[in-house]
């Protein structure tokens, strides 16, 4: 499936966001979702997760604060950022897995990934 990210822009802190990615392909089945944020020369973090089941999980930089969701009749899944941070501001990307009967089997996309900059 491809992802299609948007919805990033340029922010003050306290302000709010909110991140879409679009599938190309049926999410409904079996297909986990998240949000990861890269910044220059640091690893890619993983901010929040949801499963085909719509259990979530958060960083714990962002409890409290993001919200994840997904609409399946739309394949899209939704990152709510709301009292953003200048330690917020990363390149933010859609990554979804496909979960097969043997994990071996699992197919991963990666979306394009989308600038959040939040000023102080």
């Known amino acids: 499936v491809q992802l299609q990210a948007s919805g990033g822009g340029l922010v003050q802190a306290g302000g709010s966001l909110r991140l879409s990615c679009a599938a190309s392909?049926?999410?409904?089945?079996?297909?986990?979702m998240a949000w990861y944020r890269q910044t220059p020369g640091k690893q890619r973090e993983l901010v929040a997760t949801?499963?085909?089941?719509?259990?979530?999980n958060y960083a714990n930089s962002v409890v409290g604060r993001f919200s994840i969701s997904r609409d399946n009749s739309k394949n899209t899944v939704y990152l709510q950022m709301n009292s953003l941070k200048p330690e917020d501001t990363a390149v933010y990307y859609c990554?979804?897995?496909?979960?097969?009967?043997?994990?071996?089997?699992?197919?991963?996309?990666w979306g394009q990934g989308t600038q959040v900059t939040v000023s102080s």
């Open positions: 990554y979804a897995v496909r979960r097969a009967l043997s994990p071996k089997y699992d197919r991963e996309s």
């Open positions: 392909g049926d999410i409904s089945s079996r297909t986990d």
């Open positions: 949801i499963t085909s089941d719509r259990s979530t």
